[in-house]
Every structure is written in structure tokens, then in C-alpha cells.
């Protein structure tokens, strides 16, 4: 019985071209990485991109066209190859292999190499005949792709339009029952699982029905300043500052003026400064526990000094891997993640959202979102006094800050380089 981690996943996409196969290809790798599971997306588009060119016209995607359908199955099984050697070299756990995968064929011929190398499949088909999003992925993520550098927006949009009818002609929809597949239809309306088992399946599974692609903005800030900010104390339970509570009071007016009278949903922590912060907010609330600050055991309450004085070895220790070093009797940044891992997922239905919390929780979210590796996620400047808006755009989210002018101090820590 292969234990957790010898378990390897290919996932397979499936799907017509612009149904969204990549989104959802860099969206799994994304979660599952920042988790700390080592995921990687192959994608073959870019490898026939390399071996046969960019501005190849819809002409070239016709199954007519042999000579094209040679290049284009050397570009499949060059990412297939190095699939299997990313396995083994890197150790990596869960591959996302992103093609059309069209044909009862292809998905026979993916199959049976994955298992002769001990991988398991599962297929991961996207069904979308809602032309409205079908014309905005086009428009999102296609007219900017290298294959129509230059070429007119109309032009490309029914050029792409006319590749995707070569693909319908030979196109099989998922029926292999005996294969593990989810079917996701129409963005989320409906999914179809089958013979989905195993903890790791279960959990990309679960992760896609909770995604959608209603236009949403996530705002973020930290508490307004504490008595503990003002001491250089961490920790605690301390009430805001006067300062911070003038943050508190100028915070709905920040939000009004960017949201409008759209809804709300504020998400505080269960720590009294940001339910502070939020007193002024008139939206409706939910105080998360998860949302509390980095357990800093028995250094909570002292100074970044006294620490210093009393732990010399962990202080020091903390700045060589900060990431993965948990305060004594506290939580490392990792611990911190896997605690924030269902508010990311409820943070993934929602819709606007503005989310007050502190500098370690914020840090971690933020990386979420961003796509930050986990030795720059710990040292992510998340100031006092500002709101961040993060406005997810396709493969990325797009990203502004607020800074209030009510002064702060700066509770920012730069990595000590290594002495
Ligand atoms: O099913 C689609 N059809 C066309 N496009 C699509 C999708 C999805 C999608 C599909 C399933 C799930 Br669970 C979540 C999103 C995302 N997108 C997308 C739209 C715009 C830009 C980039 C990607
Ligand atoms: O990981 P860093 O840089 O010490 O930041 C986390 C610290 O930030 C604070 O929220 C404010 O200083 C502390 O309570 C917390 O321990």
C-alpha cells in the first residue's frame, strides 16, 4: 500500500480549447503548492508552441493536416516525457498535464504510460457551451497569447473561433467509466465524479466545486495599531491605539468609496483588535479563530529584543529558515497555512470580501493569492494602516494599496542576513 508520500497524481485536463483547461491547470498547481504539496502544469500548447512555432492559423489545428498532427503529437509526447522525469527527478506529487485530450485515443495512450510508470490519473474535464464565457476567455486569455502577436482582435477571435470547430469534429466527451474523472459543467452548474478515491483526489476535487468566476475583489488590512504595536510587543490581546482606533473610524469611508453600495461580508479575527477595527463596518460579520495571529508561545507578550536576550539560538534560528520555524509552545508560518486553508477555501465561494486580520495571517493569504514561494511568503510587506485590493484577473490576481494617512508604527522585520 503506497503511503501519502509516495503518492503521485497526473492530472489530466480534457476539453475543448478555451474552456478554461488552463485556468484550472494553474489554479490547482497554485493551492496544492502553497499548501507545501510539490505540483507542476505541462502544458502542451507551450511545447508545440517550441517545436512547430507561434501564429500557427486554424488551418493548422485541421486533423486533415498530417504533417501538423505529426508535430503536435511530438510536442504531446515531449511533455508526457518530461512529465514522468519531473516525477522521479523532482520528486513532485502532482502533475497537471494540459492538452485538449480529446479523443477516447489520447486519454487510452496517457493512461497507460502514467500506470506503466505507477502514476495515477485522474481526468479533469471542463464542459462549456455558455458562449458569454466562452467569448471572455477568448477575449482574456487568448487574443494576448504569442500564437496572435500583432494580429487584428476580431480577426483572431474568429480565427480562433474557426480552430475550435476543427476540434469539435473529432472531439469524444469523457464516457470511460472505468476511468477516475470529474466532469465540470458549465462553470461549476454541475459536476459529474467518478471512481474519484484517495485523500489527495479527493481534496483537488473538492477544491474545484468551491470555484467560480463571478467578478469578485478581495480587501485585506491588519487590525489598526495596538498597544503591543506601540511597545514592540508581539502577541497578545491588546486593544487599539488611539491612532488605531482613528483607523477604525476611517475605514468605512475607504471601503464605501471603492465598493459603492455593492454587498459586504467583513471577516475579522476573534482577537479584540480587529473586532475593534471592524466596530464602525456596517456589514454583516464572522469572527474566524483561524484568523488569529501567529502563536507565538512562550515569546507571546515579550519584545523582539527580550527574545534576542532570552533565545538567542531560536532568534537567530528563526531568520535562516522563518518559514518553517515554530515559536516553542507556538506555530511555525507552515502550521499557519494548513490553519488558513478552509478560510481560503470559503474565501474562494465568496464574493467581495474584506478581510481584517494581522501581520502573520495576512501574510499567508496574500501569498495565496499572489503565488508567493514559501521563503519570500514570511517577509510579504502587509503595512498597518493600508488596505489591499486584490482583484483576480485570469492566471493572476491584480493588486493595489490603500494607505490611510493616520501615522503607525512599522512593525516590518527585514531578513538579518546570515552572520
Ligand atoms: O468552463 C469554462 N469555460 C470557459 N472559460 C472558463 C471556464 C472556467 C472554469 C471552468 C470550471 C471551473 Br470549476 C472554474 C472555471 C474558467 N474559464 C475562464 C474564463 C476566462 C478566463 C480564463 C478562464
Ligand atoms: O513573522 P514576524 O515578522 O515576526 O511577524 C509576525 C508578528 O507580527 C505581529 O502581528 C505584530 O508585530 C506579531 O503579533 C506577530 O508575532
Known amino acids: 500500500m503506497a503511503t501519502r508520500q509516495d503518492i503521485r497524481i497526473a492530472c489530466v485536463m480534457v476539453g475543448l480549447p478555451a474552456r478554461g483547461k488552463t485556468y484550472i491547470s494553474t489554479k490547482i498547481r497554485r493551492y496544492l503548492t502553497w499548501l ?16 512547430a512555432g507561434l501564429n500557427k ?9 498530417s504533417d501538423a498532427m505529426n508535430q503536435r503529437k511530438e510536442a504531446a509526447e515531449a511533455a508526457m516525457k518530461d512529465m514522468i522525469q519531473w516525477f522521479e527527478k523532482e520528486k513532485g506529487t502532482v502533475a497537471i498535464y494540459d492538452a485538449t485530450n480529446g479523443t477516447r485515443e ?5 493512461r497507460q504510460e502514467l500506470a506503466a510508470h505507477d502514476i495515477e490519473v485522474l481526468f479533469i474535464e471542463s464542459l462549456c457551451d455558455d458562449e458569454k464565457v466562452i467569448l471572455a476567455n477568448i477575449r482574456d ?3 494576448s497569447s504569442p500564437d496572435y502577436e500583432g494580429i487584428n482582435p476580431d480577426d483572431a477571435a474568429k480565427d480562433f473561433m474557426e480552430r475550435i470547430e476543427h476540434y469539435k469534429e473529432f472531439y469524444e466527451t469523457l464516457t470511460e467509466d472505468d476511468y477516475t474523472y470529474i466532469k465540470l459543467i458549465d462553470v461549476g452548474k454541475q459536476y459529474v465524479i467518478n471512481k474519484v478515491h484517495g485523500y489527495l483526489e479527493s481534496k483537488i476535487v473538492y477544491y474545484l466545486m468551491n470555484l467560480h468566476v463571478r467578478p469578485k475583489r478581495i480587501w485585506f488590512s491588519r487590525h489598526g495599531e495596538s498597544q503591543f504595536n506601540l511597545e514592540d510587543k508581539i502577541g497578545g490581546d491588546a486593544d487599539l491605539s488611539p491612532r488605531g482606533q ?5 475605514l468605512p469611508e475607504l471601503i464605501e468609496k471603492h ?13 479584540k483588535r480587529t473586532i475593534q477595527t471592524a466596530r464602525h463596518l456596517q456589514y454583516p460579520k464572522k469572527h474566524w479563530k483561524a484568523l488569529d495571529e501567529l502563536n507565538t508561545g512562550v515569546c507571546d507578550g515579550m519584545t523582539y529584543q527580550e527574545i534576542e536576550e532570552q533565545y538567542p539560538e531560536d532568534f537567530a ?27 481560503i477555501m470559503e474565501l474562494e465561494r465568496h464574493e467581495n470580501i474584506l478581510i481584517i486580520a494581522h501581520q502573520a495571517t495576512i501574510r499567508c493569504m496574500y501569498a495565496y493569492f499572489m ?7 514570511p517577509y510579504a510587506r502587509i503595512p498597518l494602516h493600508t488596505v489591499i485590493e486584490l482583484v483576480p484577473r485570469a492566471y493572476g490576481c491584480e493588486e493595489k494599496f490603500y494607505k490611510v494617512n493616520i501615522e503607525a508604527v512599522d512593525t516590518y522585520r527585514p531578513k538579518v542576513p546570515p552572520r
Open 141 to 143: 486569455v487568448k487574443l
Open 317 to 343: 534560528r528563526r531568520d535562516e529558515d522563518k518559514f518553517n520555524y515554530r515559536y516553542r509552545g507556538g506555530e511555525s508560518y507552515r502550521d499557519l497555512v494548513l490553519r488558513l486553508e478552509p478560510v
Open 36 to 51: 507545501g504539496i510539490k505540483t507542476q502544469v505541462f502544458n502542451v500548447g507551450g511545447y508545440r508552441q517550441r517545436l
Open 246 to 250: 482613528m483607523y477604525a473610524d476611517a
Open 371 to 377: 503565488n508567493l514561494e514559501h521563503d519570500e511568503l
Open 106 to 110: 489520447r486519454r487510452a495512450w496517457l
Open 259 to 271: 465598493l459603492g453600495d455593492r454587498p459586504l461580508t467583513v471577516w475579522t479575527s476573534s482577537m
Open 57 to 65: 492559423p486554424h488551418t493548422f489545428f485541421d486533423a486533415n493536416n
